[in-house]
């Protein structure tokens, strides 16, 4: 069975840091491109990061390029998601997904329950 | 950078009700990049549709997407009672992600 399992998320204050981990499992995760996508509780989704296999190529929503940074570390099966000099606006529940491209065709087929980072003083 | 703007935002049917929910693109897009997801309440969103109008595994045949360009569709056939959900468009252009704004289906 595909698992994955965010935590880190917590209370903290504007300015600060947090690392977010996502767990894999029941799958090969070297195999698969990954993401995390956030949504303010009662909003939408939205898409934050990407990181390819090996986790050598990167994209980030323009909200927080140059602040978080998506890595991987395919022998522990685990995504990360560094975040510094969060901002209130931040506060989110954060998903990490495993991407699908099947037949040149894209979508993301699994996703975890998600962490809760609030950003408060 | 691309929009992708759902309606209506929300659709209120009853069981049995045929859905229809629309996407539409701020410029033409890949249908290849083109998913759709379902989020119930306090649950992680589900991939219906990939690639515009491939069916997820798993997926009732009652769900079904088309569309090319600017414009996209996701079809629900006959509401069955689990199907009242929040359902989000995506797009991946190979640089940003983007997901529309959502339409809720509930029920009348």
């Known amino acids: 069975e595909v698992q994955l399992v965010e935590s880190g998320g917590g209370l903290v204050q504007p300015g600060g840091s947090l690392r977010l981990s996502c767990a894999a499992s029941g799958f090969t995760f070297s195999s698969y491109w990954m993401h995390w996508v956030r949504q303010v509780p009662g909003k939408g989704l939205v898409w934050v990061s990407r990181i390819n296999r090996d986790g050598s190529s990167t994209t980030y929503a323009d909200s927080v390029k140059g602040r978080f940074t998506i890595s991987r570390d395919n022998a522990k099966k685990t995504l990360y998601l560094q975040m510094n000099s969060l901002r209130v606006d931040d506060t989110a529940a954060y998903f990490c997904a495993r991407e699908l491209f099947l037949s040149g065709q894209y979508g993301v087929d699994a996703w975890g329950q998600g962490t809760t980072v609030t950003v408060s003083s | 950078e691309i929009v992708l703007t759902q309606s209506p935002g929300t659709l209120s049917l009853s069981p049995g009700e045929r859905a229809t929910l629309s996407c539409r693109a701020s410029?033409?897009?890949?249908?290849?990049?083109l998913a759709w997801y379902q989020q119930t309440p306090g649950q992680a969103p589900r991939l219906l549709i990939f690639?515009?109008?491939s069916r997820a595994t798993g997926i009732p045949d009652r769900f079904s997407g088309s569309g090319s360009g600017t414009d996209f569709t996701l079809t629900i056939s006959r509401l069955e009672p689990e199907d009242f959900a929040v359902y989000y468009c995506?797009?991946?252009?190979?640089?940003?992600?983007?997901f529309g704004q959502g339409t809720k289906v509930e029920i009348k």
């Open positions: 410029q033409s897009v890949s249908s290849s990049y």
């Open positions: 995506q797009h991946y252009d190979g640089s940003l992600g983007t």
């Open positions: 690639g515009a109008s």
